[in-house]
C-alpha cells in the first residue's frame, strides 16, 4: 500500500484546511486508516481513524468538534477537514492504514504533510 498526502500549508488562527490521502497498491488490504501527527520534540499522536467497514471513526479528544475525518472509496482517498485550527495544531500530519498481511497486519504510512498554524 502507497500513501500520498497533500494539502497541508500555512493558515492563520481561525481557519480551515482539508488534508487528502491518496492510496493505491493493495487498497483491498486495508482494514482502516486514520491520520496522526508529530510537532517538534514531541512523539507521533494519533488524530483520527476511520474503520474501511462500517466507517466506525475516533478522536483525539483535542479535536473533537473541529476535525472531521472522511472517505471516498471509489477514489480510494481518505481526507481530514480541520477547521477552527489553533496554533497548537501545528505539526507534521502523517496518512495511515493498516493493512492485512498474511496472518498479519502491517502499518503504512506516507511522507508527510507540514500544517502550520499561525497566531
Known amino acids: 500500500v502507497q500513501l500520498v498526502e497533500s494539502g497541508g500549508g500555512l493558515v492563520q488562527a481561525g481557519g480551515s484546511l482539508r488534508l487528502s490521502c491518496a492510496a493505491s497498491?493493495?487498497?483491498?488490504?486495508?482494514?482502516?486508516m486514520g491520520w496522526y501527527r508529530q510537532a517538534p520534540g514531541k512523539q507521533r499522536e494519533l488524530v483520527a481513524t476511520?474503520?474501511?467497514?462500517?466507517?466506525?471513526?475516533n478522536y483525539a479528544d483535542s479535536v473533537k468538534g473541529r476535525f472531521a475525518i472522511s472517505r471516498d472509496n471509489a477514489k480510494n482517498t481518505m481526507y481530514l477537514q480541520m477547521d477552527s485550527l489553533m496554533p497548537a495544531d501545528t505539526a507534521v500530519y502523517y496518512c495511515?492504514?493498516?493493512?492485512?498481511?498474511?496472518?498479519?497486519?502491517?502499518?503504512?504510512w506516507g511522507q508527510g504533510t507540514q500544517v502550520t498554524v499561525s497566531s
Open positions: 495511515n492504514a493498516v493493512s492485512r498481511v498474511g496472518f498479519g497486519m502491517f502499518m503504512n
Open positions: 476511520m474503520t474501511t467497514t462500517g466507517g466506525n471513526t
Open positions: 497498491g493493495s487498497t483491498g488490504s486495508i482494514n482502516a
